[in-house]
């Protein structure tokens, strides 16, 4: 395997000119760790902040678009749809980012941004009760951040 950013002359953005729009699809997934108080929080709708999961999908959705100026040799993609979704455990939350386009280039880090903005969401609105008397975070932690499908047709 070679480097397809980087050549002899320094660094580069990919071609993708002469490759065929398909449909693209990519879905992430990722978790945050709190504490059980919290999750019963969130669930209750009971946190200063507001909806911690609506804000979350906003927030990760408008990352999803903002993927290409965040990181430097994506490139701008025409997306379609933009799904994120939350399932509750015990002490965590699972984050769910899946993308769609129609394409020459894959979604994969659209998904993986979308997610991981979205979970980053969530630890900002409830840190104030997810912090120790120290205001350390022992409990709280984002973890298992990867793409679990991609699809190219």
Not at 112 to 126: E, K, S
Request: hydrophobic share 40%.
């Amino acid at each position: 395997m070679e480097l397809t950013h980087v050549d002899e002359k320094g660094v580069k953005m990919i071609e993708i000119g002469h490759k065929d729009v398909v449909f693209r699809k990519a879905v992430a997934k990722g978790r945050i760790r709190l504490k059980p108080e919290t999750i019963k929080l969130i669930r209750e709708g009971k946190t200063k902040k507001g909806n911690v999961i609506a804000t979350a999908q906003i927030a990760g959705i408008l990352a999803v678009k903002r993927t290409w100026e965040l990181i430097p040799l994506c490139h701008p993609i025409p997306l379609t749809g933009v799904d994120i979704s939350f399932e509750f455990g015990e002490d965590y939350i699972e984050a769910t980012c899946e993308v769609r386009a129609y394409y020459k280039t894959g979604v994969e880090m659209e998904a993986l941004t979308g997610v991981t903005v979205a979970l980053l969401t969530i630890w900002d609105m409830v840190k104030a009760v997810e912090k120790d008397e120290k205001g350390q975070y022992p409990f709280t932690r984002i973890e298992d951040i990867k793409v679990v499908e991609k699809l190219k047709e």
